[in-house]
């Protein structure tokens, strides 16, 4: 794993081992791009939940311009 970010959670641990769901999708010398996102909503009228719902998708896609996508503000990593 080149880097990782998360905004209000926790971000993946770099270089830490990452167990993709398809061995497809791991093809030596490319890049693939893992989005998690989650989002807990609280409905304004209860009539059909009572608390909250937890929404969640994960995705994973290869980048289409470029080798790689660089992210330098937080942890100055790179593609390399």
């Known amino acids: 794993m080149a880097w990782s970010y998360s905004l209000g959670g926790t971000a993946l641990t770099q270089g830490a081992p990452f167990t993709l769901p398809s061995a497809n999708l791991a093809t030596p010398s490319t890049y693939l791009v893992y989005a998690q996102v989650s989002y807990l909503f609280t409905p304004l009228f209860g009539y059909f939940t009572a608390g909250t719902i937890n929404f969640s998708d994960y995705l994973y ?4 311009s470029s080798n790689c996508i660089a992210y330098t503000p937080e942890t100055g990593a790179s593609c390399t």
């Open 61 to 64: 896609v290869t980048p289409r």
